[in-house]
């Protein structure tokens, strides 16, 4: 059964499983109907987002499956809130803290998934699973969205008392309480991450319980609890270095690995203010000539503009300076049904259908079921692209007027940090267990993060980059 075939099932099943049980939340941005089951699975095999790189283990799966719609009313405050970059976002955690989050699957538009660890302790079980839609144009009144939540019971447990990691799966066969919150989230460019905004969920969840489950006759640990073979392990992360760059080694690069990449886990490069801001674009823009003394021939590179590109001049621009596009940040202005400017705006994949000269027909489509006509005599088109471009153009594109910063700074990460001898190590580890491509391979998202690495012989050190078009004054 091919993938396409497995969605069309689960969609059917939904509906003819949900229907009987209708539920109504508090909040105005809530669904004003929603309806839900929770079913226990043997094993599943994962139809959509996977949690790929963290604990993973596909048996003794619950799965909670939703469906939702807004009334005009709420699917306009939906929408009022994406005009400002906070987004509608569907939460379910366990309140127990004994299940792990690892699949999910939605209709959504342009989403971002996210699976947390919000409980202190050995375990390593991402008790919190959510999906939000990063989509202005979100959501059409009286339309059915759907998201399925699967958790399995077993998680990752690693003794802190042991010199070396000694981790092995665990099964949970307790019974507990799931809650189903819708939320508001927005960016945080501390964590890196879509966050619930402050007081912006519903505070009447839905709360369903899951039973426990018999034990079987498997090996148990002192705590009763089921045991896999020592030789099952996860992908639990570790800290690898800590590197430290820029002007007076202002900034900051933490790199974690696991069995399957290094990558950067947190970058502490503050832009909150202007003269912070001016700063790392003076910086930023010398790179590109260390890159090319480096001989790193191709860079990826998040172009953020000064001004909006119209599509004629973006596919000229491309061009010219060689752009191997990804995504691209788009912002339109349009009149609601209320007769209220607002501002629409989202990210384009570059998909093999995708003509970027004809992002204003495209926005049109995508607008007006919303009941927003745009207004294109305003200005209007790309604000930033996430792209491949040669290094020598980086340099040619930070000279131009219409460029804010084109920064390749994902690049010279992996570049310095493949200096220290521990993501070294780390990255010949990753050679062994896996085999990689020679070239750079995308990995684009669903939400506003691009995560690329530099063309390189080997696996190199990922990192997650944004534009900084929403920083600066437009």
């Known amino acids: 059964m091919n993938k396409s075939t497995s969605l069309l099932i689960i969609v059917f099943v939904m509906v003819a499983v949900l229907v009987p049980s209708v539920y109504a939340f508090e909040q105005e941005f809530s669904p004003t109907a929603h309806a839900h089951s929770l079913t226990e699975l043997s094993s599943y095999a ?17 799965r909670v499956m939703t469906t939702m719609r807004w009334d005009e009313t709420h699917a306009q405050t939906v929408r009022d809130y994406a005009r400002n970059e906070q987004y509608y976002t569907h939460d379910i955690t366990d309140m127990d803290n004994y299940l792990n989050g690892w699949c999910l699957w939605t209709n959504f538009p342009n989403a971002y998934y ?25 959501l059409s009144p009286n339309m059915d969205y759907s998201v399925n939540f699967y ?50 969920f519903d505070r009447d969840p839905i709360e369903e319980p899951y039973e426990a489950i018999a034990q ?14 020592r030789d099952i392990r996860g992908s639990k992360s570790r800290t690898v270095a800590s590197i430290s760059f820029g002007p007076d080694e202002l900034y900051t690069a933490e790199i974690a690995a696991t069995d399957k990449k290094v990558f950067v886990e947190e970058l502490d490069v503050s832009l909150t203010d202007h003269s912070e801001r001016t700063q790392y674009q003076k910086w930023a ?9 480096n001989n790193v021939a191709y860079v990826v590179t998040t172009v953020t503009f000064n001004q909006h590109i119209t599509p004629e001049d973006f596919v000229s621009l491309a061009k010219d300076y060689q752009i191997d596009i990804d995504a691209v940040r788009v ?57 491949t471009i040669p290094t020598e153009k980086v340099e040619l594109l930070n000279q131009d007027d219409r460029v804010f910063l084109a920064d390749p700074i994902s690049g010279y990460i992996n570049l310095i940090s493949r200096q220290n001898v521990d993501v070294q190590a780390a990255l010949g580890e990753v050679t ?42 437009h």
């Open 46 to 62: 994962c139809a959509g987002e996977d949690n790929s790189g963290e604990p993973q283990y596909t048996q003794d799966v619950i």
């Open 216 to 229: 079987n006759n498997l090996q148990v640990n002192e705590d009763n609890v089921p045991v896999l073979p």
């Open 151 to 200: 958790f399995s019971r077993w998680y990752l447990y690693c003794n802190p008392q042991t010199p070396t990691p000694d981790c092995r799966y665990l099964r949970s066969n307790s019974g507990g309480t799931i809650n189903i919150t819708p939320q508001i989230s927005e960016w945080s460019p501390i964590d890196r991450e879509y966050n619930v905004v402050p007081n912006q």
């Open 285 to 293: 823009r010398a790179l590109s000539q260390e890159l090319q003394q």
């Open 331 to 387: 912002e339109y202005t349009g009149v609601n049904v209320k007769g209220k400017s607002e501002v629409w705006s989202g990210f384009i994949r570059n998909l093999p259908s995708t003509n970027f000269a004809t992002l204003d027909k495209a926005a049109q489509d995508a607008t007006i079921p919303n009941g927003v006509s745009l207004e294109l005599s305003q200005s209007h088109g790309v604000t930033a692209v996430y792209a």
């Open 432 to 473: 062994e267990t896996q085999q990689v491509p020679q070239s750079s391979e995308e990995n684009v998202q669903s939400n506003n993060e691009f995560t690329k690495t530099i063309s390189h012989t080997g696996p190199n050190v990922e990192m997650t980059m944004r534009d900084l078009w929403p920083f600066i004054n």
């Open 114 to 138: 996210d699976w947390d660890n919000d409980s202190f302790g050995e375990n390593s079980t991402n008790e919190e699973s959510e999906v939000a839609a990063i989509d202005t144009a979100f």
